[in-house]
């Protein structure tokens, strides 16, 4: 028993597949000067039987914080999606649109008014409604896609973005679960929660942002073409509808938290200097979940001048400056957000050039005896993990 009944179809306790145990909420960072203690709650995605859809279990009702500076990544999907949308003859030439907007940011907004579209009033109906990453921040996820079909008019196009749970579990992406986001969605869950509200999604479209993220186009009437029924073929095989595929993310938390810890501990032994780079929301439930305090990780360096001064909540590591890292000689950068590696590499030269390297938080290579260690250069291949 969970004690929760499923946000979608109220069905009792759904199960729980992924626990990442108490975690403070991974958006909001505190001065340093604050010594905590850090609030925490319990973090948990369940899996309900009847219908399918993974969810957050607990949620200290702590809203998401928005995103100050859209991310480039963001605003160029969108306009891809827009243009592929159009293309395809899946945008009306002209009536009104709403947009259920997400902290997250990648508005449409003015990329379809430039089409021709205007705002409709919220409450009545829309030739096009939009949702982008927006409905997984609703706690009761009935009312939440309710709304947006109840807007939808008798001929229009409900266009819903969301990180599949399938590429979730394509990668690995265990610290994609966070507080403020209640629903996981695989294509067949949301699939047949459209269909239950008498819409059809006819239309999918797969883009590459968090490492795989899906648009589905659906209308009133009509049927799914081959690109919504391979991606449902596609992610019943990959295994989102089956508990025990979800619960082998429990096992990437174990690994990862694990390796990290042993490998931070190692290079303390060696007496290697190690700091980190790239305070994000995703490094948070890591450090937590590895039990990585200042002792193992003096401090980790971020570009944002939002974050300097602050320190990560639960493990209270500091983020500083990455003018902090000249003055302390690190043999080693730990990058914790890979896909920023190249370009902190290319704008932080000294790292290397005073013996340090950069490795990915993916990639822990084993520790080397010194005079070996500057011949090797760490390698990224995985990115694109959420938030
Ligand atoms: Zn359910």
Redesign the pocket.
């Known amino acids: 028993m969970t004690g929760f ?7 009792p306790a ?1 199960r729980p597949v992924l626990d990442l145990g108490e975690q403070p909420p991974c958006d909001r960072f505190p001065p340093v000067v604050d010594g905590g203690p850090d609030p925490c709650w319990p973090l948990r995605m369940g899996w ?6 993974a ?1 957050l279990l607990e949620d200290p009702g702590i809203p998401e914080q928005a995103r100050g500076v859209e991310p480039a990544v963001l605003v160029q999907q969108a306009e891809e999606a827009v243009s592929l949308v159009a293309a395809e003859g899946w945008l009306p030439d002209r009536g009104g649109f709403l947009e259920f907007g997400s902290p997250h940011g990648g508005s449409w907004s003015l990329l379809l008014t430039h089409r021709g579209l205007t705002p409709t009033a919220p409450g009545s109906a829309s030739d096009l409604v939009l949702d982008c990453f927006g409905m997984m921040h609703h706690p009761d996820q009935a009312a939440a896609l309710r709304r947006r079909v109840g807007v939808l008019a008798e001929d229009g196009v409900l266009l819903v973005q969301f990180h599949s749970l399938a590429a979730i579990l394509r990668a690995d992406q265990w610290n994609a679960l966070r507080h403020g986001h209640f629903a996981y969605y695989s294509t067949p869950a949301l699939v047949s929660m459209l269909g239950e509200l008498g819409v059809v999604a006819r239309r999918a479209w797969r883009f590459d942002l968090y490492g795989g993220t899906v648009l589905l186009a659906c209308t009133r009437r009509g049927t799914p073409d081959d690109s919504v029924r391979a991606l449902l073929a596609e992610e019943a095989a990959l295994g989102v509808g089956d508990p025990e595929r979800l619960r082998a993310l429990q096992e990437g938390v174990t690994r990862d938290a694990g390796s990290l810890r042993s490998w931070l501990a190692e290079g303390r032994a060696l007496g290697r200097r190690v700091v980190g780079y790239g305070a994000g929301s995703r490094a948070v439930p890591l450090l937590c979940a590895a039990g990585i305090g200042p002792d193992l990780l003096p401090f980790v360096a971020d570009a944002s001048a939002s974050k300097d001064g602050r320190r990560f909540p639960g493990s209270r590591v500091p983020i500083v400056s990455p003018s902090r890292l000249r003055s302390r000689r690190p043999d080693v950068v730990l990058v914790f957000l890979p896909e920023l590696l190249p370009e902190a590499r290319a704008a932080l030269p000294w790292v290397e050039e005073s013996g340090g390297r950069w490795v990915g938080v993916d990639r822990l290579p084993p520790w080397l005896p010194r005079q070996r260690e500057g011949t090797r250069v760490a390698e990224v291949t995985r990115a694109g993990r959420n938030g």
């Open positions: 009944d499923c946000r979608w179809c109220g069905a759904p309900c039987r009847e219908c399918g859809l969810q």
